[in-house]
């Protein structure tokens, strides 16, 4: 790293904008999360260069893991609980089936490759690229690597989402139906946290996730601060708003943290990884595939619901498209967020005896 003069607030303040500038140059080219893989890529390059400038890169990584929590803790609450209650045995086939497959697509890649299992098993999970990038960083894996593989893996099912009805329809033989388009911004009857509440809320969230990553918790800090977020969301019977503008700053944080650790040496690696990604990315697709089929037998649901449910996206790109494929728009994000969940939760505690 570069000891820039003015302390580390000027060097923390350079390397955002320089973080910033990415995230627009991937917005103009309407690159898949523009906020973290900007930046990342931004910063990796001014790394590469030998001009990193130097500060303490644990307290930013610490509050944009926090703020991600606090983002992802309003998605729980218990509207969401009674769905997943009512449809607890496909859920469960589901989440436990996601998992056993990153845990088969881990293992597969660290033989195939030959990097460290820690990075593989994170690499090759079906969570959200941002928390598994929060993950590697609390196990000290490569992040770099993880960032690749999950970004490949993303991109592959992101650009297939569109044709999965058409893949339904060429199975069963019979045009999916439409379902109705739910609108519940019109549901008056929600209460939501006043200036006290927030307040309550986020120095909990802060106080917990300290805690939490001080135990050692995988990924405390984003898990602390995500129970936080949503049970004081439930013990108050109300919901919280986030503003959306607070996200793109903690992701440019979560990249500029990432571009720290990559080095000329994981520039010559690009090549050597492309492969293993290949090979992982298809062991996860024909994995999903068989699940969906599983899950349509079993459950009842639509192929096409079954095939998005089961499609390692975000719920950004699920939730947005899955109207238009003719899916269940409902029990598509309650799979998915059941999924994601379990995923940040379960997963890291699953793989920890394997971590040296």
């Known amino acids: 790293m570069f000891d820039f003069p003015g302390g580390q607030v000027t ?23 523009p906020a973290m893989l900007g930046a990342m890529t931004a910063t990796g390059a001014l790394n590469i260069a030998g001009l990193y400038p130097s500060f303490d890169t644990r307290l930013v990584s610490f509050a944009a893991s926090v703020t991600i929590g606090v ?8 509207t969401l609980i009674r769905r997943m209650v009512n449809m607890a045995k496909p859920v469960v086939v589901q989440t436990t089936g996601m998992i056993a497959l990153s845990l088969i697509c881990g293992i597969s890649m660290h033989l195939i490759s030959g990097i460290d299992l820690t990075t593989s098993l994170i690499s090759a999970t079906t969570g959200g690229v941002t928390e598994m990038i929060i993950f590697g ?21 992101v650009t297939l989402i569109p044709y999965l009805g058409f893949i339904a329809e060429k199975i069963t033989g019979t045009p999916q139906v439409r379902h109705t388009k739910i609108n519940c911004a019109e549901d008056t009857s929600v209460k939501f946290f006043c200036k006290r509440d927030y307040l309550i809320m986020i120095l909990l969230a802060f106080a917990v996730g300290s805690l ?13 601060a995500m129970f936080t977020g949503g049970g004081v969301a439930m013990f108050l019977g109300k919901r919280y708003s986030f503003d959306s503008r607070l996200r793109f700053p903690a ?7 990432t571009g720290a650790r990559i080095t000329p040496q994981f520039i010559d690696q690009l090549g050597s990884l492309l492969f293993p990604a290949m090979i992982v990315t298809l062991i996860m697709l024909v994995g999903c ?17 079954c095939l ?9 790109q699920v939730a947005s498209l899955s109207e238009e494929l003719g899916a269940d728009p409902l029990v598509a994000s309650v799979f998915h967020t059941a999924r994601f969940s379990c995923i940040i939760i379960f997963y890291p505690w699953l793989i920890m005896p394997f971590i040296s």
Do not use: E, W
Request: aromatic share 10%; net charge positive.
């Open 137 to 157: 960083m609390a196990v000290d894996a490569d992040v770099s690597v993880i960032a690749f593989v999950q970004l490949f893996r993303l991109v592959f099912f």
């Open 308 to 316: 998005l449910c089961v499609t390692p996206a975000g719920l950004n």
């Open 11 to 33: 060097a923390f303040c350079i390397t955002f904008a320089v973080g910033v500038a990415g995230y627009f140059i991937f917005k103009l080219l309407r690159l898949p999360n």
């Open 212 to 224: 939490a990553q001080r135990l050692g918790i995988p990924a405390g800090a984003m898990l602390g």
């Open 251 to 257: 992701l440019i944080c979560i990249g500029l943290v």
């Open 71 to 78: 983002m992802i803790g309003r998605l729980v609450d218990r």
């Open 289 to 305: 595939f068989l699940m969906a089929l599983l899950l349509h037998k079993t459950s009842g649901l639509s192929l096409t619901t």
